[in-house]
Each structure stands twice: as C-alpha cells, then as structure tokens.
C-alpha cells in the first residue's frame, strides 16, 4: 500500500524518501529526498514515481517502510504554538501562505506536479504582486516554487511553511539548462553509468521543452492525418527524429533519398527515461483527449458531478460521514428513580464509498458538527471487537472487519468544520487527505447514507419505548417520559443494526468484472473485504499504527490543566507515569500549574492523550482510587450532566450547612450563657501559673461520678423487685384478706 506522509529508507545506501503526494487514478506519487529537503533553505520539486517503480524499491530486503515522522509542532493548534512562544512562525508562515494559496488548490499540485507545471501561473503571480506591493513582494520565480515545493513535500497543509528544519543533510539536485558536462544521469547507474548497460545522457531543461513541443504537435488537429492514434511509442519516435538524429540526403541514379542517422548513445535519452518524461507531461487527461478529441472526451470520458463514487479505487480509499437526530430519547443512567431522559442523541455514520459498508459510528448529543463526525472517523479506524466488548457485545474477528485507515475523507461542507484540523493534523499525522464537499459532489453515497438513517429510524428505532412516532396522537404522553435504552445499551443496539446492515444489504449493483468471476457474497461486507483484497493491496490497517496516533489525528483539541494532584480535564483528573517522571506534578506544585493540549474521546472517560513537542504519545487514565470513581468508562455527556447534579448538591449542601451552623451556634450560646451564670458571683482569677490541686479535683469527681452510678444502680435493682413482688407473687397477708372476704 503506497500511501502520503509513506516513508522509504533503505539502510544500505542510506537513501530516505517520502511520499509527499499520491495519485491513484495515474498510478504515480510524488517523492521527495529527505536527506536533501530536511535542512535545505530552497527545497526542490519532488520526483514523480510509478507505483512499480516504488513498489521495486520497497520489495529490497534492506528498504523499510513506515509512516514519516514530521515535527510535532505541524500537529498543534495555533493557540499552543502561540503559547509555546511561537507567534513568528505563525507570523512567517500566513504570509507565505497568503502569497501562495491561489497555488495551493488541489488541481493546481496535480498540475504541477504531473501535467506540464505552473509556469505561467507562477508567472502571472509575480507580476501581480510586484504591482500591487512592490516594497514588500517575491522578486523571483523562485521564491514562489521554493514555498510551493516546501508546501507539498511537508504535506500539503498550512503548517508545512512554519519555519522549520529537519535535522538532514545534503544538497539540491541541479537541473542544466543544455546538455554538457554538469547533466550527469541520476540513478543506480554512477555517475559515469559505469554501472548501467545504457550510456545515455542525464535529461536536461531544453530536452524537457523539446519533450512539450512534440506533445504539442502530436495532438495538434491538423496532424491527426498523421497520427490517427496516440501511442508513447510514436510519440517518442517523433522526438528521436527531430532532435536525437541528423537528417542525410543521398541521391543514387537520380534519385534523392532521404534517411535518418541516430547520434551517439552518449549524447541520447535512454527510452526508459522518454517515456517516464512523456508521462510527466501527458497525464490520463490529457492522453484521452489527444486519444479520442474532445467531443468524445466529454461525452464518454470525462468525469461526472453527482457521485461521491467518483475516482474511487476500491475499499476504504474514501470514508464519508454524515449524521442524524435519532428519533428516541435516551434513559439518564445515574438515576433509577424515574424514567428521567438524557434527550434525543445525534448519531454519526461513516460509509466505506465503495461498498456502503458502515465502518463506524459514534452517537452523541451536540451538533451535528465536526467533533462528533471525529469520533466517527476514530471509531471507523478502530478494532470493532474491543470496541463492542467496552458494551457488553461480543463479536468475533469477522463479524465487523472494519479497522482501517481510509486514503480520504469526505466531510458535509459548512463551517463547523475547520479546514486546519482537516488539511494539517490529518495530513500531518496520518496521510489522510480531507476535504469538503459541497452537495452537489455526494450523490451516491449520500443517497446510501440517508437510506440507512431512515431504515434504522422507522424499521428498529421506532420501535423501542421512548421513540417519536410519525403522527403522535394528541393528549398522549410525551415519548421524553417514556425512555427505556441508556447510552450503553443504544450503542449496543445499534452494534447489531449495523452488523446486520453490512450482512445482508443488497449491493449487486456495485459489482465490477472481478467480483463476479470471483463469485463473492453481494453484501457490502462481502464487497469491502474482497475490494480491500483485490484493489487495495489489503488496505491500511489501523491495528498497526499506535493509537495515539490515531486519536491524535482525528480528534479535536482541548486544553487540560497540570495541577499538583493530577491532570485535569472538565472536572475529572487524570494521572500518568510520563508526567510524574517529567516532573510535570512538582512544577506545578513549586512554579504554577500549567496547559496543555490533549484529545479525548467522547464516549470513552477513561483515558484521554497527549502528544509531546518530541512527537511522543502519552495516554492519561482517570484517577480511580479503590476502583470507587462514577465515571470511568462512560460517555462523556451523562458525565458531564452528572457533574453539574454534583455542583447542585454542593450547593445544597452549603445552605443545609449555614441553618445547621446557626442552630448550633444557638445551642451552644445558651450552654454558654448557663455556665457563665454558674460562676457570676465567684471571685476573678488572677492566678498566671497552672492552678495547683488539679489531678485531685479530677479524683474527686470520678469517685463522685462513680458513687452516683452506683446509687442508680441500686435504684434500678430495688425497683425491678417491687415490680417483680406486686405482679408474680402472692404473700399470706393477701390470703388473710380473701378468707376474710369469703
């Protein structure tokens, strides 16, 4: 799997690349030389690979292959930056950006970087901003490529112009003008091809502009006589004819010949490099206009606005999100007093394009927005098994085997979503590319998507006490009274929904050639599984990656505060071993406490994470002393409402202690009082030294303690043997008196 922010390092020639841009439709990706990049002022345009061409690479036993670490600092908000003393960067990175940004358009980097470049643009950028701010503007083309190459190579995203240098060395590659003695051949062959069986020269500018004028004239209509069909090959024999051969005439009995002699080897282009530098130029594009005209270009070929399932490859290469209020209320868990309701929750989706696959959801209770489409996308890329256990569902290994990083990302367009977590952190972090979709662009999987949303509402939701009916009879009790499922239970219920969704749906009409001859299940499952087998070389699998990393991707930042006792984060406290042993505690406790950015995720309190500016990852767990805590393992919502319920007692509590302080207050003044009028008429102490007879004045009043005790003691005796006397026995004076009265 080739895939951006991909990193290529082979131990033995100690080259180290990065993929620094991907195009699956052509098959090519942009690569950068990190030795060169990482500590170059002026960075240079990355190289265009095939995908064989990596792939050759990578199969070499001493080449690995990982994800490329950038600077942590391309990761945080601008907030952090800020406090971290950085507002400069930030200061030289927007006007770089600002000058650029008309550059930075996704079309304007494929153009560059696989169809001919920018140079008129570049061109024309210049021009404008020397009229419009001469003092302050980019004099050169340079400046402006050099910016742009910056831009592409640390990740096509706003902080990859933050002034900031990777610990490389090495040099830029120079590329001449003509050819001569400075074009040496780049490549495995050394630098006089003594290792290479092919002799030919290094590629040089003028042979480049040579390359763009035959193009130019192959797809010229008026040569389409000649040239009927587009092929490189031909293509490439037009470009030996005019500049790698001279023309000879020879005339034999009075016939005039015509012939071509091919110069040197020494002095040729290899036809390796010919087609690899045809393929810069004639992009698939390009290559189908010149191969069918445009008229059929546009009718057949050309792509199509409505489907989000445009320019997908296969499984998990786009996961969309999208999000609906489900039509039931949720039950408030910490109360079992009544059937008191949490409201009605937010359910996000996200959908594997290619097969409708449900790949994760997340249910919350704000938005829609995109913090809760983040969850999603966590959840999406996670392990559906531990998942499902935190719920009380057990699954097994294939009943969701949904657990992948997608190539891209399609989020609802609107504000709620912010550009910078998308393009930066997830870039930055991950390699996925994120964008935003106005409605026009979702078509397909939109339709799939609200499908399923309206599936679960009236085929399972309605059906669960506490749901909202269609047409709700009135003088009916309001359905908020009426909830059943808790949070827990919801997530578990819909755990099934989906599992059955994926199972059972009907997707035969997404089927291409392979999955027919492979004669696979016709459910999304069955599609994902065998698309991710077939087109995505197995696809990217989460479970590989650190966890950290994934939270830190998606997730938006907060900020928790370093107290003395702990981490804390909207009311909870966390700990960690990496804080302790940072001293992150004592300096809170002798200098001040302080901030740092974390991310949590919604539906889980227990662990929250952090990222340190070494690129390092750290999990915090909520502090659970005893095992006694609420709040570990829970959703963040009834937390949050739990909290508030605990600041109402707190309050409560204080007013109950004001009265109870007053009462006693009043009981001890009179206790006061009588003691005081106990000793009103005695003598004024002026004794300073401890009084003596103490210790005998205690001895007395135990004796005389002891002595009452003992008085009552008697008492009690006496009285339990008249009570004993006058109700059980009778004595002879009572049997005078009967006879007596007989």
């Known amino acids: 799997m080739i895939y951006l922010g991909q990193k290529i390092y082979d131990s033995e020639t100690s080259e ?143 902080n990859a112009l933050l002034p900031f240098k990777l610990k490389n060395t090495g040099s830029n590659f120079f590329l001449p003008a003509t050819p001569g003695v400075e074009n040496v051949k780049r490549g495995r062959g050394g630098a006089d091809n003594r290792n290479s069986r092919s002799k030919s020269i290094g590629v040089t500018q003028l042979q480049k502009d040579n390359l763009k004028s035959v193009v130019a004239f192959v797809k010229a209509d008026k040569n389409k006589e000649h040239f009927p069909k587009f092929s490189f090959k031909k293509t490439a024999e037009v470009y030996q004819n005019l500049f790698e051969s001279s023309e000879v005439e020879r005339e034999i009995d009075g016939v005039v010949s015509r012939t071509y002699v091919p110069y040197e080897e020494s002095a040729c282009l290899s036809d390796a490099q010919l087609r690899y530098h045809l393929k810069q130029i ?46 039931t209320y949720i039950r408030y868990p910490f109360d079992t007093t009544g059937r008191l309701s949490m409201g009605r929750p937010v359910f996000y989706i996200v959908i594997d394009v290619f097969s409708t696959m449900i790949v994760g959801f997340y249910v919350g209770f704000d938005g829609p927005n995109w913090t809760g489409a983040s969850q999603a996308l966590v959840n999406a890329c996670s392990d559906k098994v531990e998942f499902a256990a935190r719920y009380g569902v057990e699954l097994k290994e294939g009943d969701w085997p949904a657990h992948h990083i997608p190539v891209q990302v399609t989020v609802d367009n609107g504000n709620e979503h912010p550009d910078k977590v998308i393009s930066s952190v997830l870039s930055s972090e991950i390699g996925v590319r994120g964008y935003n979709f106005t409605a026009v662009f ?73 999955a027919v001859r492979d004669g696979i299940d016709i459910t999304p499952q069955a599609l994902f599984l065998h698309s ?113 319920q605990f600041k109402d007692k707190r309050h409560q509590n204080k007013i109950n202690a004001k009265k109870l302080r007053l009462f006693k207050d009043g009981l001890q003044s009179k206790l006061l009082e009588y003691n005081q009028e106990q000793i009103e008429l005695a003598p004024k102490n002026t004794r300073i030294s401890i009084q003596p007879g103490i210790k005998g004045r205690q001895a007395t009043y135990k004796a005389l303690e002891q002595l009452i005790h003992a008085i009552e003691m008697h008492e009690g005796l006496m009285d339990e043997t008249r009570l004993s006397d006058s109700s059980g026995r009778i004595t002879e004076q009572d049997d005078l008196d009967n006879e007596m009265n007989s």
């Open 16 to 158: 180290l690349l990065r993929v620094c841009h991907v195009n699956y439709q052509l098959k090519l990706a942009a690569i950068a030389d990190m030795n060169i990049a990482g500590s170059a002022d002026n960075i240079s345009k990355p190289e265009v690979w095939s995908f064989n061409r990596i792939a050759i690479l990578i199969k070499k036993t001493s080449v690995q292959t990982s994800l490329h670490e950038l600077p942590a600092e391309f990761s945080f908000s601008d907030e952090f930056l800020i406090q971290d003393g950085r507002q400069k960067w930030l200061d030289k990175r927007d006007k770089k950006y600002q000058i650029i940004k008309s550059l930075t358009a996704e079309s304007r980097i494929t153009q560059y970087l696989y169809d001919g470049g920018l140079a008129s643009e570049v061109e024309l950028l210049v021009g404008d901003n020397l009229a419009t701010n001469p003092d302050n503007a980019w004099k050169t083309k340079g400046a402006y490529y050099n910016a742009l190459n910056r831009y592409i190579v640390f990740g096509c995203h706003i």
């Open 282 to 327: 004639i992009d698939k594009t390009l290559y189908l206009k010149i191969q069918h005209g445009h008229i059929v270009y546009e009718k057949d070929h050309a792509d199509r606005q409505g489907s989000a399932h445009d320019g997908v490859i296969g499984a998990t290469y786009r996961y969309e999100t999208d999000a609906t209020v489900l039509d």
């Open 442 to 514: 979702r078509g397909d999987a939109k339709g799939t998507v609200e499908s399923k949303f309206n599936c679960l509402n009236k085929q399972a939701i309605h059906f669960v006490p506490g749901a909202i009916p269609e047409a709700a009879p009135r003088g009916e009790q309001h359905q908020s009274n009426q909830s059943l499922l808790d949070y827990d239970s919801l997530i578990a219920f819909l755990i099934h929904e989906i599992i059955h969704h994926n199972n059972s749906a009907d997707r035969l009409k997404r089927f291409d050639i392979n």
């Open 532 to 644: 991710l087998s077939k087109e995505m070389n197995g696809g990217r699998d989460a479970r590989n990656e650190e966890i950290g990393r994934i939270f830190w991707a998606f997730l938006p930042e907060e900020e928790a505060v370093v107290r003395e006792n702990g981490i804390y984060l909207k009311g909870l406290v966390y700990y960690s071993d990496f804080a302790k042993q940072a001293g992150w505690f004592t300096k809170a406790k002798h200098i001040s406490a302080f901030k740092i950015p974390v991310k949590r995720p919604k539906d889980w309190s227990s662990n929250i994470w952090h990222k340190t500016t070494a690129g390092q990852y750290v999990r915090f767990d909520l502090k659970n002393l005893n095992g006694e805590s609420p709040f570990v393992a829970t959703h963040w919502e009834p937390i949050l409402h739990l909290l508030e």
